[in-house]
């Protein structure tokens, strides 16, 4: 007899990214920045060990709130922080979804959503794409009806593409909530979050963003939901007591105040993630166009998985990702790789790998 809840029993459970803990590997499959975070963060991290470890942070993490504040546009009682935006999404499921109440995200994509769905006991459904990644309205729109929460990431993983502010608008439930997930925002031309937040629908938009990826800040953990001052109150009664250290807060301070390097590093992925596409469309793949520090390739021919493997076997590591039960897709299923953009070194050796492999 298990001592589980039967919806932790059925589930299998989120496997993130493998991480390697020896030297030598080429990284390239999750979504990591290759390039470190400002010297300031370094700094700042350095002077708050010295400081009062044995004191609990500030619960609210006020000035932090008010730091992102000014960098997204809104006031300070628009802002949660949070130890990464996973931890936003599952505040976010605690706090609107109760027992069989629906939660709708599209598929393929992110699929924590659905484990986290599960987990807490909501039932959940997809929201078909299309085989170019395009919404298919007509099958769409009656489970946004229904749901209670609607996750949509923008840019989308695996795919890295962009929708625009219209369509991901459309999908708010008459009766719920939107969540616009960007964490890979900044390395798009543009992003919708924090605009809609100020539309008419805006209170019951809830936007989340991550220091994981554009500020390199992965090992960190810092993230923050963005929502109408009513929401984020709310919200606020589920997140732990102290959910954010004072290391990270120090260095979400630290690294909010340089926004420069980010930007910086932002461009010389957004420039290798061009001449990445273009490498492997010139090697037979098909490429989306991304707007995210990611690329998703995927052959004709397929191979997908046996790529990835000649690939870990030669200590580079790309994501190989399959998603079944996809209506439209030959054989009901898509498979590809999704190659996080690395720095130019390590982009060189992956594409000399495959070129070796064939």
């Known amino acids: 007899m298990s001592l589980f809840r039967p919806e932790i029993d059925r589930i ?33 991290i350095e002077q708050a ?13 006020t000035q932090l709130r008010r730091k992102a504040a000014e960098a997204y546009g809104v006031g300070p009682e628009w802002i949660l922080p949070a130890n990464g935006s996973d931890e936003c999404l599952t505040i976010l499921l605690r706090s609107f ?22 987990i807490q006991g909501g039932s959940h459904a997809r929201l078909p794409l299309n085989a170019d990644w395009s919404w298919d309205h007509a099958r769409c729109e009656p489970i946004v009806r229904r749901s209670k929460l609607a996750l949509v990431p923008n840019p989308n993983s695996p795919s890295g593409n962009r929708w625009s502010d219209d369509e991901v608008a459309a999908l708010v439930p008459p009766h719920g909530v939107l969540v616009i997930d960007e964490a890979y925002a900044e390395f798009g031309d543009e992003a919708a979050g924090p605009r809609l937040l100020h539309s008419a629908l805006g209170g019951r938009f809830v936007v989340t963003r991550t220091l994981s990826k554009s500020y390199s800040l992965a090992g960190v953990r810092m993230g923050f939901a963005l929502a109408h001052p009513d929401l984020i109150a709310g919200m606020r009664k589920v997140k732990d007591s102290y959910n954010c250290d004072t290391l990270s807060i120090a260095a979400a301070l630290a690294a909010l105040d340089d926004p420069a390097w980010m930007l910086q590093n932002r461009e010389k992925i ?35 998985r046996g ?45 000399a790998a495959l070129r070796e492999i064939g």
């Open 307 to 351: 790529i990835y493997e000649a690939l870990k076997a030669r200590k580079i590591l790309v994501r190989y990702m399959r998603y079944p039960d996809v209506a439209n897709a030959p054989g009901g299923a898509i498979d590809g790789l999704r190659i996080t953009v690395g720095a130019d070194a390590e982009i060189d050796a992956l594409l």
């Open 12 to 44: 299998a459970g989120y496997a993130p990214g493998e991480q390697p803990q020896e030297a030598g590997w080429v990284k390239l499959n999750t979504n990591e920045n290759p390039y470190p975070p400002s010297p300031r963060v370094v700094a700042a």
């Open 97 to 118: 979804v109760g027992p069989g109440e629906l939660v709708a995200y599209p598929y393929p994509s992110y699929v924590l959503y659905e484990t986290l769905a599960e």
């Open 49 to 61: 060990a010295r400081g009062r470890l044995n004191v609990y942070p500030d619960p609210l993490a």
């Open 270 to 304: 957004r420039a290798t993630r061009a001449r990445l596409s273009q490498s492997l469309r010139d090697l037979g793949f098909h490429v989306v166009d991304s707007r995210a520090n990611f690329v998703w390739a995927t052959r004709p021919q397929g191979g997908h």
